[in-house]
């Protein structure tokens, strides 16, 4: 079955780096989108980034643009999220998701099929 499964979460101090990866199982990236979702306690899923299946494009919410790249490895069946300039309000588990269909919202969770377990990150003040 498929299967996603994320690692590279940790704690950080503020303005630190981290690179999360999320490893895929039972399809190949170039059948499937894969996005990066966080919650933090109390707040729903926000999407964060998504890279599309056919070509590798890539997108990012307002909040992480310019400092989170998400990219792939085909071969390796890996997407990554490296993210810099962490700030406190970046606090979350993060997840990867994946889903074949191409659909309007791509930053809103019920367009993914599949989750991961999710990985905590916490940016220290």
């Known amino acids: 079955q498929v299967q996603l499964v994320e690692s590279g979460g940790g704690l950080v101090q503020f303005g630190g780096s981290l690179g999360l990866s999320c490893i895929v199982s039972?399809?190949?990236?170039?059948?499937?989108?894969v996005g990066w979702f966080r919650q933090a306690p109390g707040k729903e899923h926000e999407g964060v980034s998504w890279?599309?299946?056919?070509?590798?494009?890539?997108y990012y919410s307002d909040s992480v643009k310019g400092r989170f790249t998400i990219s792939r490895d085909n071969a390796k069946n890996t997407v990554y999220l490296q993210m810099n300039s962490l700030k406190p309000e970046d606090t979350a588990v993060y997840y990867c998701?994946?889903?074949?269909?191409?659909?309007?919202?791509?930053?809103?969770?019920?367009?993914?099929?599949?989750w991961g377990q999710g990985t905590q990150v916490t940016v220290s003040s």
């Open positions: 998701a994946a889903t074949p269909y191409d659909y309007r919202d791509m930053f809103h969770p019920s367009s993914y099929n599949y």
């Open positions: 039972r399809f190949s990236l170039d059948s499937y989108s």
């Open positions: 890279i599309r299946r056919s070509d590798g494009s890539t």
